[in-house]
């Protein structure tokens, strides 16, 4: 994902700054998020957080009066019946709600999650009469106030990793002054612990090689589909795999009372709870799965597309459906990766899979999508897309009335534009000459583009900039912000990486590359470098940047493409180029990590480069 420039989303920022304007100065976590652990022990992933979503009751929290865990009248929960609500007396008043957890030792990230919803009588623009305070140990991580009223839940984040093999009190103040009530209400509270310092023998990567076959049928405007997916996977783990879990990433744009992503009708094992904000649904496999061995699972599908021009969201007529195929979470040496969504950049984290989706839908409605499409007549006024997709981490796809603009590149890449209404010809134009040039250039420094044709809808609505999935990307009138999504056809598409936890190597590989294609240096970039805490470093996870939100994009897509310009420079041009085409070679269809790449830079030269790293905060 491209952030947009400022200009171009300027409601969008004006609203985040002014929350950010009206929080109170917090406390920040003093260690970074990939701080070691003293112990070495392994870590075990869990989500420590008991009944965060007081749906089972009041135990083990600590509640100043019985009425703070409650589902009566007046607020809502996030998900299910139950919520915390705090305040909201009218007259001087403090709730108090906590609870004793233990954050695993060994474990390299922990990641504190919870939806708050603030109303208040106050009318003032300025004064913080009524304060909510989230802590951590003695930690304050949060306050916030009447200031930061909002219509609905809004997800806050916090990277508490430095307190890994450490029991501490999870702990939230709320306080009323004498008049006019504000009501603090929490849901869904949740702290998710992964990452190892010292990954356990047996680091295989499972479910592999996993096989999809899709089949949906969409309402008349395209922003219902409903039908059926199966998938087949094997096992690589020399450990037997009792269960799997599929992502529903996209849970998050609506509640858990009301998910966008139904599954239903499990076949192959059984369904449990959903879990991470509903985003991740464990299936029970009907047996144990030795290594080796293989079996499927199906499910009935619903997606149900959100209003808003977003990555999941409809524009008018014209729907854009990305991460709404459930797909099977990733195990690995740190166990079962099931980090919270997020929507500052990506999350996700997934193996190189086959994709085979039909998708039934009006004639009237355009279908571009991830892989190789073809259309056969359905039926009456109805069109059948069926795509076929191979070696992709992912499948995406848009319906509505678009006018469409192809060309091949000149290495022959097919190039589809999809312009949504309002775009003119000449930008619709321009942009399939950008894509055609970008695609070549990124083909000649990191290998031949292997997945057919490359389908691009433009839209200039899209608040986030870009979105990229494999084969198809979401994008504005752009050139830097497309040749960008398009770079991402090899940095998160072809060579893979945990996008939650190492998001550097795909964002700021992605913009070396589009400086590359672009002919930029990044001439004395680096010597720009300002750290805003010996905490800030190029390899933190999207935990620690969700807490520290302003600072992303300057971090990961800034520093990080001048500390690759940095190392071009120490390299040379000639080696840099080799180590990042040998690179790409070695990892294609597979996934990056940053020690594999210190590794591949290290063995690129005779010099050292430990204080190149140290320099660059590079850390892994």
Partial sequence: MRPTPRKAIAARVLAVAALAAVCLPSTPVAAAPHAAPAAAAACTPAQVVTNGGFESGTSPWTQSSTSVITSRSGQTAHGGSSFAWLDGVGSTHTDTLSQSVTIPSGCSSASLTFWLHIDTAETTSSTAYDKLTAKIGSTTLATYSNLNKASGYAQKSFDVSAFAGQTVTLAFTGTEDS?????????????????????PADSARTPAAPAYTVSLSSNTAGTVWTGHESTTFTNASSTALSEVYLRLWDNYHGTCSAPPITVSNVTGGTAGALSVACTALKITLASPLAQGQSTSIGFDLGITVPSGADRFGYDGAFSFIGNALPVLAVKDGAGWHLDPYTNNGESFYSLAADFKVTLDHPTSLLVPATGTSVDTPGSSGRTVTTATASKVRDFAWAAGPFTKISGTSPAGTAVNVYSVSGISSANAQSMLTTAKSAVDAHAARFGAYPYGELDAVIDNNFWFGGMEYPGFVLDLVSTTALTHEIGHQWFYGI????????????????????????????????????????????TNSMAYWDAHSSRYSTVIYGYGKCALHDLRRLLGDTAMAKLLKDYATSHWYGVSTTAEFKAAAQAATTTDLTSFWTTHRIEG
């Fill in 179 to 199: 008049s006019l009530q504000t009501s603090f209400v929490l849901d869904d509270i949740a702290l998710n612990t992964s990452g190892d310092t010292t990954p």
């Fill in 495 to 538: 060579v893979g990486d945990d996008e939650y936890n190492s998001p550097w190597l795909d964002e700021a590989f992605t913009d070396y590359a589009t400086d590359l294609a672009q002919n930029k240096t990044g001439a004395s970039c680096w010597s720009s470098v300002s750290w805003a805490s010996s905490a800030e470093k190029i």
